[in-house]
């Protein structure tokens, strides 16, 4: 079993900053890859980016040079810096692995990015 606890959300203006961080407990030894998904009102849940154990990360292209994910194993966190918001940003953030064949999701945070 595997909790992920997302904080850090809040609303920000078009082009300020957060930083949003997910906890992870339980049985998180063998997590191998960490993401952080999103879902605007009405739309479907999106991937945002991936990162592995050793640090490789991927990023969807409507996100590439604004945010940045980050982990450390050490504490079990993951973050997201997230860098030149936009308004079409605003959604639900959530943290998300998969382990032993099932998908493991926080409750979210919001993020607000007002025009």
């Known amino acids: 079993q595997v909790q992920l606890v997302e904080s850090g959300g809040g609303l920000v203006q078009a082009g300020g900053s957060l930083t949003l961080s997910c906890a992870a407990s339980g049985s998180i030894f063998s997590i191998s890859v960490m993401a952080w998904y999103r879902q605007a009102p009405g739309k479907q849940r999106e991937l945002v980016a991936t990162?592995?154990?050793?640090?490789?990360?991927n990023y969807v292209d409507f996100v590439k040079g604004r945010f940045t994910i980050s982990r450390d194993n050490a504490k079990s966190l993951v973050y997201l810096q997230m860098n030149s918001l936009k308004p079409e940003d605003t959604a639900v953030y959530f943290c998300n692995t998969f382990l032993s064949g099932r998908d493991y999701w926080g409750q979210g945070t919001q993020v607000t990015v007002s025009s």
């Open positions: 990162i592995t154990r050793g640090g490789r990360t």
